[in-house]
């Protein structure tokens, strides 16, 4: 079976509430940073604004909790730290045109079957069954590699155990990775493998101890800074296998984002976490799939950043998915909690993941 | 690479402290079910008793918080509820042969590189790498299939999920499965499988929600009842396949133990507890392998009653490997904070680890 | 403030559809234990049969996926278990009167603010708010102390705790605690505290480890056995404080139901499960309210046998509040997932919970 | 009782082996952010280097997996990303003198029985016994309130609870809080609890969700953010109440530190995470007792800059304790499994735990 996209009905902007509807308020930015009173905030969902009678522009590359800023010829969605003096914001807060905007909640509903077998469901537990999600996963995949975008969001659990870490290194290899964000910690554990073949000097396959490693890991980080960049290291050949060298060597971008619990902190880290925002969501405006593993703080951050929608090359309207994949169903239930867009949910190690998921779309190709 | 036996050091009894210490002591129990004062409790560790001067005797078939008893021609361990008045209860709270009675830790360690390679860790979490463990236990049950016992206890999770519950089908065909402990809800939920292809009225692997789906789970046991026992409902062809059918064709035992969350409950549950402890102590004590999955109170109960220790069919003492998996870092080290034998724990979904471990399985057998 | 019972408005009989409906139907069973086809479940709600024209009855002390037996006087709703040959069992799947039966689930809803303000969330998480939960906790004990019967559903985790055990103690001895469901391990534990002051070998309050502390568990139990009962240990001035040292003083009755995990058993344990939930089917039957703290076991037992209402001595119907206190997210929300009642959550560590209750009560009551 | 702080056992420098013992070597650094070959890395332990014979100087204001710095009068323990061209570095690996840099793990041990009262435990679960753990804390911070420095690391879910969020309030009032280490949420809820009474848009008590509530967090940060700081927002009367307010008005620093999930963020958050390494360590460096509740990521960071010790204003050695209190055992185990300061930790939701301590803390002053 393979994965079709589901279609998606745009509003009818011929009814009566619409027609009659006036057009959006904008309102200029005073200061730096600040949003005119009665901002509109966006939502995961497409919105559409009114901006001259009967033209309807839906904001592209959107993403919740921003702004919408008229430019010249586009809807800008803009965080509030990126606001700048005399930006023009959208106002209002009705949500069904009566200020001239119209949030599309429904867009993928309907009679499609696809969308129907896509649909998120919410509240999933340890318990929950998985088998259709991995099949349709593999299905998703196999579209996403080819003709869409896949986005991953990692936390360095993957990079503590020998066979996940191999699998991710060979999804890298078959295109299944478009774009990786990670924090500081999954390189170094990464490229201390390479350079040690131990996680916090623990072999990697055996887990025995070995002498003095617990300095592999701020060693690495020495290593790496002393020669300028995780791609000046794999140029010295000091780092020659691993998920950072496959990333690098197969050309997929990466965000490596900061956090206060940083050792090092490797060369390429973003320290500024609102820089490290923008270069993160370079990458999940263009997602059209978001699989986030192992990791509250970058899964929060993807998700708020990323919309349910995203355009296709050909300008259609399609839905972004996410994945997400832990072992609390604390962690995994957040993201709606937070009323980020509904995640798709499986519970289980990132491990078993990365390895089941490695296979799965072996067995299709074969 | 295949599994081998680590090798089994004895005691020296002829070192000064054991080859001069006394006999042990045996005192009659006056009360059925209550043990003599200073009663010695059992470990999960081997303990030998001297008899006679020179003569000491392992207790085979042992299990934690027991007693002693001497028997004519052997050392039985026995419950306290299983004490009968006039049965010799070995007293004495030594366990360095002061009182005649010795508690062998260390039997396992040593030069032996199999040992170290089996070696248990404790305090596993989410984030242990677990490669290394997968390929042991494939090696492990490969030897353990022809050569060993294998007793699977088991929580409801694995029927929920279509893929887990085939694989898990699977592994008992396959004769990786030489009994099963669980409880009435696993069984019952099998069996609606088998019946409406449905979980708790959830379609088992599309997970849509069935029309009077919830009326499934009673339907269930009321024609089970009905039939008279599962044997009887598969005879009438009932049942035509899934876990409980698996079992039955197979000849592989099982018991299931009543709970007070039970309802129905199918007509084979040991409703008493206390016989039940009784028919899982049946498999445990043969039990060369254990592996426990998504059930505490299964689980720990299991545990309870699994020595550390058996022996060959050729007398030999060997180790009993203990895996229990769970998502949950509480419900895995609860067994060896409570004292129950160390136990090897897996953190990950019981899903995933039956499909990825009936793969690996067959992936040495290609 | 004190609480108030929030108002019961039964099912208008006159509209048209129930005013025509049939009356119910009741099939007898051909076989003890077994259902007849077509047999009606029960649900948490109030559920109404049509036994005459115009007279429908209520079955009271209900309990969720039980049948329903028309007896001489009244409606019995029984487990299959308990069914014998002959019982006349309601049949119909129908829940709106199509068949005679109406369940009526909205009896608490309306207007009446104080339904709303005790209503039930779902999905609660450890960032949840509990301040109103817990003050709206204290006004409801103090009213069903006099007015009610409250139900204690208790995993040994209490008995852990010395500011625990002595906060629930108190609780038995100021009146609030009418019934006490729980497991062998709860008592042994706290059996223990007052034979050695120790928990599984650990002092109470200093958790130093005693020299053969691991011998005061089921020496605690062989003393109980020896002497044929706990009331017989407190007569005979072995225990002489705790919390069934409390139960027994204060004569508050307490179910202890055996599992597979116990050691021992206490004399006064069910070893039979089934006769176990008989007996706690006596206390949930008179529940008021329950609160279930740190056991999965008992807690979705008990949820399963508790209806969502019952009959006040004056006959009217009052809701049944039930609490759950546990550490998980999947424990709590399990209940809700299985079908039990909806069940109001607090999580939290319940010695935490414990001691904070007895607080809060002694402010409201100083 | 009152607290008296354990004594500390100063190394016994006249040993053999001690006394033979080189002087440490300390190598320039080349380049910036790079350590010298061979660098010794810190712990969090007291360390001595000899800098010359006989002179063993302590090194101060340590903290883990850093590096020594020879300054002109002293000995600097800085972060590699710190170093600068021509710092002189220690190198040498060894602990035990070998180099001339001595470990001393054993300060605080010995016979003295404070150091026992407060030995830290670790493996603790949601079923450990914390009534001593708790009393000793409030014995603890009567101490340090007056002769200490309490810096509190919080996580959001003390604003998200009216109860826990007045009790924090009031600890600040009593002097019990120094300085606080937080994130961008903690602050922003807490500040929508004083603009709007909400948290998230839910009523912080009531908790019923108001019109519009979803957009109090983004009008939070605006209003904010167009007052310019937290400070004048406070000045002009839009804050009036909670825990910014309280810290604000009784002059308690506190360091916000951004991380990529943020809104907004706040005008005083620190974008740059190594900038808010530096300010979160000027706290920690004068820390004599951190408590860090319900975070993850502030928890990790705090403990990472946390050594084990410090010098009183007298220039003694005393103990920094380090308190962790989260709901799960994988959180609060990760610390120690990291290699940070071995912590003591309480498990249970950081609500109950914020209340239960005002209430103990004012039983002792009463």
Known sequence: MNFSLPGYTPPDFSTPRLSTAPTATFTPVRRHGVAPEGYHATTVFPEYFQLSPGQWVLAARSRMDCVVVLAEKELLVKEFRNLRQGDLVAVGRSENGEQGIYVHTQGFAGPDQLDDKFAFRSNRTRETSFSIDYDQLYQLLDHERDQGF??????????????AREAFSRLIKLGYVHALLAGNALATHDLEGSL?????????????????????????????????????????ELITEGIMHSLVCSGVPYVLAGSIRDDGPLPEIFGDVYQAQDAMRRYTSQATTVIALATQLHTIAAGNMTPSYTLTPQGQVRPVYFYSVDMSEFAVNKLSDRGSLTAKSILTNAQDFMVTLLRGLRERAS
């Open 150 to 163: 896949i986005v991953w969001v990692l936390g360095p659990a993957v990079t503590f155990d020998h066979d």
């Open 196 to 236: 040690f073949e131990t996680a916090l000097g623990q072999e990697l396959y055996h887990k025995r101890a070995v002498a003095d490693g617990h300095y592999h890991h701020l060693d690495t980080l020495n290593t790496i800074r002393r020669a300028g960049s995780i791609q000046a290291a794999i140029d010295q």
